[in-house]
């Protein structure tokens, strides 16, 4: 983003109190360089999705693109694959967010079935799916939540569909966990960020994101139903999984 009102800044001042991360309207209108800046990646996990859907979408099936943000996923896909290839529900919680990416889609790809729906993923009812997309949105659920949603997607996920899980993850080695994260603060350091921006950023996603360890969302998936999961990328501390619905 070259135009500085969209860098993100949220948190390059001193607070005298560090509210709890929302996704507002404060966040909509940096959150591609803020992702950009944070995400170690995530680039490349947007680059496959398309490839993955190739891959293993039956042709006119439907995707769901679950805490979908600015639709980003949905646009991969959209710039890759034809009108008549796959329709796409994307849903968020976020006002703010399903409105700007229902307005993205309008105007990016207009010959596209794309539908953004403001939703909570725990209760919405879906429709039969061929793939299923969860890019860093499980990690802001209560833990206890989890699997019951997973279980709610394996079952709707026709035979021969696929999730992609994308997660930042924890290590259950402490000097481990210890060295990714500190690497994790030098790559946003590189990208900008003082270290105040990120104490700060991290205070706020306290009891906001609680991530799981690499072996836990495997076993999430497993006791969901899914008899094979993979780990397909891995950047420091942030990891993207494929489980297959067998046919």
């Known amino acids: 983003m070259s135009d500085a009102s969209y860098r993100d800044a949220i948190f390059s001042t001193p607070l005298d109190k560090v ?32 490839l993955i859907a190739k891959r293993h979408l039956r042709h006119g099936a439907h995707v769901y693109d679950l805490g979908c943000s600015l639709g980003a996923s949905g646009l991969a896909l959209a710039g890759a694959l034809p009108a008549d290839a796959f329709g796409y529900t994307g849903i968020d919680l976020s006002p703010a967010m399903a409105a700007r990416a229902k307005q993205t889609f309008l105007d990016e790809c207009p010959d596209h079935a794309m539908q953004v729906e403001e939703a909570d993923i725990r209760t919405y009812e879906y429709a039969p ?15 206890a939540d989890r699997d019951a949603l997973l279980k709610r997607l394996y079952n709707t996920l026709e035979p021969g569909g696929v ?29 900008g960020y003082s270290d105040m921006e990120i104490s700060q950023k991290r205070t706020a996603l306290e009891n906001v994101l609680i991530p799981d360890t690499l072996d836990a969302l495997h076993e999430r998936l497993s006791l969901a139903g899914f008899p094979r999961s993979m780990t397909w990328f891995q950047y420091l501390n942030f990891t993207s999984l494929i489980a297959f619905k067998e046919g």
Not at 135 to 143: A, S
Not at 169 to 183: F, L, M, P, S, Y
């Open 19 to 50: 509210a709890r991360f929302s996704f507002d309207e404060q966040v909509v209108a940096c959150f591609p360089d803020m992702i950009r800046r944070s995400v170690p990646g995530y680039g490349q996990i947007l680059g496959m999705l398309s």
């Open 129 to 143: 799916s061929g793939m299923i997309i969860l890019n860093f949105t499980l990690q802001f659920l209560p833990p």
């Open 163 to 191: 999730l992609i899980l994308s997660e930042k993850t924890i290590d259950a080695d402490e000097r481990d966990n210890a060295w990714r994260v500190e690497r994790y603060h030098d790559f946003k350091r590189a990208n």
